[in-house]
Protein backbone atom coordinates (compact mmCIF):
# COMPACT_ATOMS: atom_id res chain seq x y z
CA UNK A 1 0.00 0.00 0.00
CA UNK A 2 1.38 3.07 -0.27
CA UNK A 3 1.63 5.70 2.27
CA UNK A 4 3.62 9.19 3.27
CA UNK A 5 4.84 10.10 6.63
CA UNK A 6 6.05 13.23 7.55
CA UNK A 7 7.61 12.74 11.04
CA UNK A 8 7.55 16.22 12.89
CA UNK A 9 4.14 17.66 13.12
CA UNK A 10 5.82 21.16 13.60
CA UNK A 11 9.17 22.73 12.56
CA UNK A 12 10.17 26.02 14.40
CA UNK A 13 12.41 28.05 12.56
CA UNK A 14 13.96 31.23 12.74
CA UNK A 15 13.71 33.83 10.07
CA UNK A 16 16.64 34.03 7.60
CA UNK A 17 17.90 30.55 8.97
CA UNK A 18 17.24 27.40 6.28
CA UNK A 19 14.70 25.13 6.89
CA UNK A 20 14.01 21.27 6.53
CA UNK A 21 10.53 20.20 6.35
CA UNK A 22 11.05 15.98 6.11
CA UNK A 23 8.91 13.39 4.03
CA UNK A 24 8.94 9.71 3.37
CA UNK A 25 7.24 7.82 1.62
CA UNK A 26 6.22 4.00 0.73
CA UNK A 27 4.91 3.10 -2.96
CA UNK A 28 5.14 0.35 -5.65
CA UNK A 29 6.19 1.28 -9.21
CA UNK A 30 7.62 4.54 -9.81
CA UNK A 31 6.72 7.77 -7.52
CA UNK A 32 5.35 11.04 -8.48
CA UNK A 33 6.03 13.32 -5.44
CA UNK A 34 4.78 16.80 -4.40
CA UNK A 35 4.98 19.11 -2.11
CA UNK A 36 2.01 21.29 -1.24
CA UNK A 37 1.01 24.39 1.16
CA UNK A 38 -1.80 25.55 2.86
CA UNK A 39 -2.33 29.09 4.11
CA UNK A 40 -5.21 29.41 7.21
CA UNK A 41 -8.41 29.17 5.09
CA UNK A 42 -6.94 28.47 2.00
CA UNK A 43 -6.78 25.92 -0.08
CA UNK A 44 -3.90 24.17 -1.29
CA UNK A 45 -1.31 25.23 -3.32
CA UNK A 46 1.11 23.45 -5.75
CA UNK A 47 4.66 23.88 -4.82
CA UNK A 48 6.77 21.28 -6.47
CA UNK A 49 7.08 18.06 -8.03
CA UNK A 50 9.72 15.30 -8.77
CA UNK A 51 8.96 13.33 -11.71
CA UNK A 52 12.25 11.80 -13.00
CA UNK A 53 15.05 13.61 -14.01
CA UNK A 54 17.55 15.47 -11.49
CA UNK A 55 17.06 14.41 -7.90
CA UNK A 56 17.35 18.40 -6.72
CA UNK A 57 13.74 20.11 -7.94
CA UNK A 58 12.96 23.82 -7.49
CA UNK A 59 9.49 25.16 -7.09
CA UNK A 60 7.88 28.39 -5.88
CA UNK A 61 8.81 31.08 -3.35
CA UNK A 62 12.39 29.91 -3.57
CA UNK A 63 11.51 26.05 -2.35
CA UNK A 64 13.36 23.10 -3.31
CA UNK A 65 13.19 19.51 -2.61
CA UNK A 66 15.71 16.69 -3.03
CA UNK A 67 14.43 13.17 -4.11
CA UNK A 68 16.14 10.56 -2.63
CA UNK A 69 15.52 7.17 -4.03
CA UNK A 70 17.69 4.53 -1.71
CA UNK A 71 16.38 6.37 1.56
CA UNK A 72 12.94 6.62 0.17
CA UNK A 73 12.52 10.78 0.67
CA UNK A 74 11.75 14.14 -0.46
CA UNK A 75 12.50 16.54 1.96
CA UNK A 76 11.63 19.96 1.52
CA UNK A 77 14.28 22.88 1.59
CA UNK A 78 14.44 26.34 1.90
CA UNK A 79 17.92 28.16 2.48
CA UNK A 80 16.40 31.22 4.09
CA UNK A 81 13.37 31.39 5.61
CA UNK A 82 10.43 33.88 5.86
CA UNK A 83 7.68 34.60 8.01
CA UNK A 84 5.46 34.61 5.62
CA UNK A 85 6.26 31.09 4.74
CA UNK A 86 4.67 29.87 7.92
CA UNK A 87 1.51 27.62 6.95
CA UNK A 88 1.03 23.60 6.85
CA UNK A 89 2.95 21.88 4.45
CA UNK A 90 1.75 18.82 2.96
CA UNK A 91 4.04 15.80 1.55
CA UNK A 92 2.13 13.82 -1.46
CA UNK A 93 3.05 10.94 -3.78
CA UNK A 94 0.84 9.00 -5.97
CA UNK A 95 1.95 5.60 -7.99
CA UNK A 96 2.43 5.82 -11.95
CA UNK A 97 1.00 2.91 -13.71
CA UNK A 98 1.28 2.28 -17.40
CA UNK A 99 1.77 6.08 -17.86
CA UNK A 100 -1.65 6.60 -16.15
CA UNK A 101 -2.26 8.62 -12.97
CA UNK A 102 -4.27 8.20 -9.99
CA UNK A 103 -4.96 10.27 -6.76
CA UNK A 104 -2.71 11.32 -4.61
CA UNK A 105 -1.84 10.16 -1.30
CA UNK A 106 -1.22 12.88 1.46
CA UNK A 107 0.96 13.03 4.45
CA UNK A 108 -0.34 14.36 7.77
CA UNK A 109 0.91 17.97 6.96
CA UNK A 110 3.91 19.57 9.63
CA UNK A 111 3.32 23.30 10.30
CA UNK A 112 6.07 25.22 9.69
CA UNK A 113 6.68 28.45 12.14
CA UNK A 114 9.04 30.96 11.58
CA UNK A 115 9.58 33.67 14.07
CA UNK A 116 11.28 36.94 13.25
CA UNK B 1 -7.22 31.91 -15.50
CA UNK B 2 -10.34 31.09 -13.59
CA UNK B 3 -9.19 28.31 -10.75
CA UNK B 4 -10.76 25.33 -9.35
CA UNK B 5 -14.62 26.99 -7.66
CA UNK B 6 -16.47 25.20 -5.38
CA UNK B 7 -20.06 25.95 -4.28
CA UNK B 8 -21.14 27.13 -1.43
CA UNK B 9 -18.51 27.39 0.95
CA UNK B 10 -19.77 26.44 4.25
CA UNK B 11 -22.57 24.15 4.83
CA UNK B 12 -23.94 23.66 7.99
CA UNK B 13 -26.64 20.76 8.11
CA UNK B 14 -28.25 18.88 10.37
CA UNK B 15 -27.30 15.27 11.46
CA UNK B 16 -29.73 12.30 8.68
CA UNK B 17 -29.99 14.79 5.70
CA UNK B 18 -28.53 14.80 2.72
CA UNK B 19 -26.06 17.37 0.98
CA UNK B 20 -24.55 18.30 -2.42
CA UNK B 21 -21.05 19.78 -2.96
CA UNK B 22 -20.24 21.44 -6.35
CA UNK B 23 -16.90 21.75 -7.83
CA UNK B 24 -16.01 23.30 -11.15
CA UNK B 25 -12.66 22.46 -12.66
CA UNK B 26 -10.28 24.56 -14.44
CA UNK B 27 -11.57 24.72 -18.02
CA UNK B 28 -10.14 21.81 -19.94
CA UNK B 29 -8.86 19.67 -17.48
CA UNK B 30 -9.71 16.02 -18.00
CA UNK B 31 -9.23 14.77 -14.56
CA UNK B 32 -11.27 16.00 -11.39
CA UNK B 33 -10.54 14.60 -7.94
CA UNK B 34 -12.62 14.98 -4.32
CA UNK B 35 -10.79 15.11 -1.14
CA UNK B 36 -11.23 15.19 2.39
CA UNK B 37 -9.81 16.96 4.54
CA UNK B 38 -11.09 16.50 8.83
CA UNK B 39 -9.29 18.59 11.14
CA UNK B 40 -6.20 18.30 11.75
CA UNK B 41 -5.85 15.49 9.69
CA UNK B 42 -4.02 15.07 5.87
CA UNK B 43 -6.48 14.31 2.91
CA UNK B 44 -8.33 11.67 2.56
CA UNK B 45 -8.86 10.55 -1.35
CA UNK B 46 -12.81 9.68 -2.50
CA UNK B 47 -12.80 9.68 -5.97
CA UNK B 48 -11.63 10.55 -8.92
CA UNK B 49 -12.85 11.13 -12.61
CA UNK B 50 -10.66 11.12 -15.96
CA UNK B 51 -12.40 11.57 -19.07
CA UNK B 52 -15.52 9.56 -20.28
CA UNK B 53 -13.95 6.50 -17.94
CA UNK B 54 -15.47 4.77 -15.18
CA UNK B 55 -14.42 6.76 -11.99
CA UNK B 56 -12.49 5.27 -9.39
CA UNK B 57 -14.68 4.83 -6.22
CA UNK B 58 -12.36 3.15 -4.11
CA UNK B 59 -11.98 5.90 -1.33
CA UNK B 60 -15.29 6.43 -0.29
CA UNK B 61 -16.52 5.73 2.62
CA UNK B 62 -19.34 4.25 2.60
CA UNK B 63 -22.44 3.97 0.62
CA UNK B 64 -23.24 7.23 1.51
CA UNK B 65 -21.42 8.80 -0.23
CA UNK B 66 -21.80 9.31 -3.84
CA UNK B 67 -20.35 11.90 -7.05
CA UNK B 68 -21.30 12.33 -10.44
CA UNK B 69 -19.71 14.36 -12.80
CA UNK B 70 -21.18 14.86 -16.62
CA UNK B 71 -18.61 15.37 -19.35
CA UNK B 72 -15.26 17.20 -18.55
CA UNK B 73 -17.45 19.86 -16.15
CA UNK B 74 -19.07 20.05 -12.85
CA UNK B 75 -18.71 17.57 -10.47
CA UNK B 76 -21.26 17.23 -7.56
CA UNK B 77 -20.55 15.19 -4.47
CA UNK B 78 -23.53 13.79 -2.42
CA UNK B 79 -23.71 12.73 1.18
CA UNK B 80 -27.07 11.21 2.36
CA UNK B 81 -28.44 10.65 5.70
CA UNK B 82 -25.27 12.47 7.34
CA UNK B 83 -23.68 11.98 10.10
CA UNK B 84 -21.92 13.77 12.52
CA UNK B 85 -18.04 11.86 11.22
CA UNK B 86 -18.99 13.54 8.09
CA UNK B 87 -17.90 16.77 9.44
CA UNK B 88 -14.89 18.09 6.97
CA UNK B 89 -13.29 20.32 4.72
CA UNK B 90 -14.16 18.65 1.40
CA UNK B 91 -11.83 19.86 -1.45
CA UNK B 92 -11.77 19.45 -5.10
CA UNK B 93 -9.21 19.13 -7.24
CA UNK B 94 -8.43 19.33 -11.11
CA UNK B 95 -5.51 17.97 -13.65
CA UNK B 96 -4.69 18.64 -16.99
CA UNK B 97 -4.18 15.68 -19.68
CA UNK B 98 -0.35 15.48 -19.59
CA UNK B 99 0.58 17.52 -16.39
CA UNK B 100 1.11 15.57 -13.15
CA UNK B 101 -0.02 18.53 -10.29
CA UNK B 102 -3.59 18.86 -9.52
CA UNK B 103 -4.89 22.18 -8.50
CA UNK B 104 -6.89 22.24 -5.94
CA UNK B 105 -10.38 24.43 -5.18
CA UNK B 106 -11.26 26.27 -1.90
CA UNK B 107 -13.10 23.91 0.09
CA UNK B 108 -16.37 23.44 1.25
CA UNK B 109 -16.78 23.21 4.86
CA UNK B 110 -19.50 20.92 6.29
CA UNK B 111 -20.23 21.01 9.41
CA UNK B 112 -22.92 18.24 10.43
CA UNK B 113 -24.98 19.01 14.05
Known amino acids: AQSVAQPEDQVNVAEGNPLTVKCTYS??????LFWYVQYPNRGLQFLLK??????LVKGSYGFEAEFNKSQTSFHLKKPSALVSDSALYFC??????????????FGKGTKLSVKP | GAGVSQSPSNKVTEKGKDVELRCDPI?????LYWYRQRLGQGLEFLIY????????KSGLPSDRFSAERTGESVSTLTIQRTQQEDSAVYLC???????????FGPGTRLTVT
Open chain 2, 93 to 103: ASRSSGNYEQY
Open chain 1, 27 to 32: VSGNPY
Open chain 1, 50 to 55: YITGDN
Open chain 1, 92 to 105: AVSASYGGSQGNLI
Open chain 2, 27 to 31: SGHTA
Open chain 2, 49 to 56: FQGNSAPD
